[in-house]
């Protein structure tokens, strides 16, 4: 019966995964709240355990079914941010089920090669957590100073990056908000990105589902590597996300391409959340919604729920690759049959609807302004990267300060 518990979660947390995958602005974290609230109404027909078991597969298959949403509707979640712009390169190739493939290959690589080194991540945790935490800081500062003085617009690059900077440093600081997150980067990434696509005509030509794909050997062993060697230090740097990680990365291992890039992203996404496990039990500490749950119902992670939760990921990882390769296929054949500019405009107003139902009139100014500062970006004709100081400039000063 335990055996068939523990099952039954796993499959119900898949399919939970699943829609908030799919569907932009549903996020773990939302759901993870959810489960709390009705925590004392579900522990009556469930062990504690069996729902850790059902976030950890909601967890995990998001990672993979997330890139659906960013790359064929240009609105992503914070740890697919930074794909949105190489996946719609690709759409508009018509290699847009390529680019959920190589997203495909990430997750799954990052994931299978972060439980083999497990071990090793649990020993390193042990041992440098305390000196990671006191350099991440300056780090994150070195990383910024590289990014933008390797650009010949580097004065254009250090306002955009300044720019969101402020704008995250704000939204931050508003505690009221539900989900900051949210408007901040679908404007700056999304919002911003799908206005050009309206203004400039675009369609979305016949997708190739046959294209051979292009991601070398070597790009997926760079990416690989670098997003589980990334995600170990975002599982336990507290602030410190996936988007932030990808860019340190990035800088790490050099040009990818496209394809490579897509694959450390979704990578590193995964592993983070895998990691994150580690850290729960090494360090006891939580750093994303998903264990936050998982601690708060089990109490404490021991070694046998350590390698449940791991057997679980898996798993998981197996069939979400599985349903993100079926979940492209529909979404290509769907996506050429309706018209673009009418698609766009509903997903514009979906955003916007959504971030008024999350946070209001403060949400819609937020939306507003950083959808301002993508465009402004954009017009500059430089990189979106830089963008990302609205999540860096805090986490630089929260180690910093």
Known sequence: MAFLG????????????????????????????????????????????????????????????????????????????????????????????????????????????????????????????DFITKIMGYLLIAIAVYMIGRE????????????????????????????????LLSGMFGFSLLLMSLAENSKIPEQDLNKPLMLSKKSFWKSTSA????????????????????????????????????????GLNTANMLLSIAAVYVLDKARNGAIVTVN?????????????????????????AILTVYGSKIFCRWIVKVNYQKLVLGILVFITLLTFYFDGIIGLIILITSTAIGLVASSWGIGKNHLMGCLMVPVILYFVL
């Not at 078991?53 to 941010?81: C, K, M, N, R, W």
């Not at 230090?233 to 391409?257: C, E, H, K, R, T």
Request: net charge negative.
């Open 6 to 129: 523990i099952l039954l979660a796993l499959m119900a947390g898949s399919l939970c995964g699943i829609v908030t995958g799919i569907v932009p602005g549903i996020h773990v974290n939302l759901v993870s709240v959810m489960l709390i609230s009705f925590g004392p109404l579900l522990l009556q027909i469930a062990t504690p355990l069996q729902l850790a078991v059902f976030i950890i597969s909601l967890a995990i298959i998001h990672t993979f079914l997330d890139a659906i949403p960013s790359i064929y509707l240009g609105a992503p979640d914070e740890g697919q941010v930074l794909n949105v712009l190489p996946g719609h390169r690709l759409l508009i190739k018509g290699e847009g089920h390529n680019a959920v493939i190589y997203t495909i290959i990430g997750s799954l690589g990052a994931l299978v090669l972060g439980v083999i080194l497990f071990p090793f991540f649990i020993l390193g945790m042990r041992f440098t957590a």
């Open 152 to 183: 010949t617009k580097r004065w254009k690059c250090l306002g955009a990056f300044l720019l969101s900077g402020v704008l995250g440093l704000l939204v931050f600081n508003i505690t009221e908000l539900h989900q900051p997150l949210f408007p």
């Open 227 to 266: 997003a589980t060697g990334m995600g170990f230090i975002a599982a336990f740097l507290p602030g410190f996300g996936s988007s932030q990680a990808a860019i340190m990365a990035q800088n790490f291992v050099g040009d990818i391409g496209d394809e490579g890039f897509l694959a450390l992203v979704s």
């Open 296 to 320: 708060e119902l089990i109490g404490k992670v021991g070694f046998e729920e350590m390698l449940l939760f791991l057997g679980v990921c898996l798993v998981v990882g197996g069939l979400g």
